[in-house]
C-alpha cells in the first residue's frame, strides 16, 4: 500500500529526529534551541515536499536542512554562539553533568565537540557522534570528500590536543 | 584509564530528546502539516509543466480558430470555409451588435451580403457553362467541313487520273513541281507524236 507523503514524513520524523536533535545540541549546546531548530529542520522538509519536489536520500537531506537551520540562526542579530554562551555563564558540561537526560560521557563529549572550532567541530561531529563516511560528510556540507578526510583528522588532532593525551 | 576521542564522542550518540518531547514535537509537525496540505494540483515542476501545456494548447486552438475565421471571413459560396463562416462568423458577429437594432442592421448587412455573393457564384457558373458552349460550337466548326471546301472535294472526285499533277500542282507550288511537270507533259507529247505517227504509217 502506497503511504501518503504526511505519513512519509512522519516516518522519518520518527526514524531520524532524535539524530537531528543531537546535531542541533551538539553545536548550539543548549537542549531548548536545539528542540526549536530540530522542529524548524522538519518543518523545512515539509515546506520543501509539498511544491511536489522528491527527496532521493532523507537522511543527508536532513543533515543539510539543519545545517542550514543553524546557519540561519547564527545569522540572527539575537542569536547566540556557543562561544557566546558560555561566556555568559552557560557551559554545556554544567548544565548536562546532573542532568538525568545526558549522561556524563555524552556531556563531556558535546563540552569537547563544543570546544573544537569550525570547520573542524561539525565533521568531528557527523564522523564519530552519527557515524557518517567522510562521502555523506562531503555530501551533506558541500565539499569534496578529500576536504572532509583532512578536517575529520586535524580535528581529531586538536580534539586530542585538548584532552592532553 | 583515559577514554580515546574516538570512544568518547562515540558517546554522544546517548543525547535523544526524551519521549516527550518526541511527542509534543510529532503532534505540533502533524497540525503543521494539517495546516499546510500538499498542492495536488497547480504546484510542483510536473504540475507548472502541465499548466503551461493546457495554456499553449489554448493559444494554439485560439490561434488556428483566429486564422480559419479570419480566412473564413473572405470565403465565398465555392470556398470549403464558407459553411464556416455563415455558423461561426455571422453569428459572433450579430453576437457581438450591441443592442436589437445593431443586431438586427448586422444581420440584414449579412443576408445581403450572402445573397450578392450566391448571385455571385450562379453569374460565374453560367458565364462559366456559356463559355464551355461557345468552345464546344468552335470545336465542332473545326471538325466539319466547309461548304467551299465540300465543292473542291466534289471538283476532286470527277477529275480523278490527270488532274492528280494539276492538284499537286495547286497545293505545292514548288520549283521542282513544275520540273516533273514539264517532263510528264512532254512525255506525253512524245507518246501523242509517235502514236499519230504510227496511225499515219498504217494509213499509208
Known sequence: MKQTLEERFIAAFDEHSDAIFRFCYAQTGWRELARDLTQDTFARVWRYLIQGK???????????????????????????????????????????????????????????????????????????????????????????????????????????????? | MTEQ????????????????????????????TLSNPPCVAGSGAFSWVRRHALVSSALAVLLALGGTGVSASMAGPNDALYDFRLQVNDRIESAMALNEDAQLDVELRQIERQLNAEVGAVDEVLAADEQNEAENVEDEDIETPKPENLNRNDKKSENNGNTLSEEKHDKNNTPQDDDELEKELRQMDRELQQEESAVIGLEV
Open chain 2, 5 to 32: 576521542p574516538e570512544q568518547l564522542m562515540f558517546h554522544g550518540r546517548e543525547i535523544a530528546m526524551t519521549a516527550a518531547e518526541k511527542v509534543v514535537m510529532r503532534h505540533k509537525l502533524l497540525a503543521y
Open chain 1, 54 to 165: 522528491s527527496v532521493q536520500q532523507m537522511r543527508p537531506f536532513l543533515y543539510q536542512t539543519a545545517r542550514n537551520a543553524l546557519i540561519d540562526h547564527s545569522r540572527r542579530p539575537s542569536a547566540q554562539s556557543l562561544d557566546e554562551l558560555q561566556e555568559t555563564g552557560f557551559d554545556v558540561a554544567d548544565e548536562c553533568t546532573p542532568s538525568p537526560l545526558v549522561s556524563a560521557s555524552a556531556a563531556e563529549a558535546v563540552r569537547l565537540a563544543g570546544a573544537l572550532e569550525e570547520p573542524y567541530r561539525e565533521v568531528v561531529l557527523l564522523r564519530y557522534v552519527e557515524a557518517l563516511m567522510p562521502r555523506e560528510i562531503a555530501e551533506i556540507i558541500g565539499e569534496s570528500e578529500n576536504v572532509v578526510s583532512v578536517r575529520i583528522t586535524r580535528g581529531m588532532q586538536k580534539l586530542r590536543a585538548l584532552m592532553k593525551i
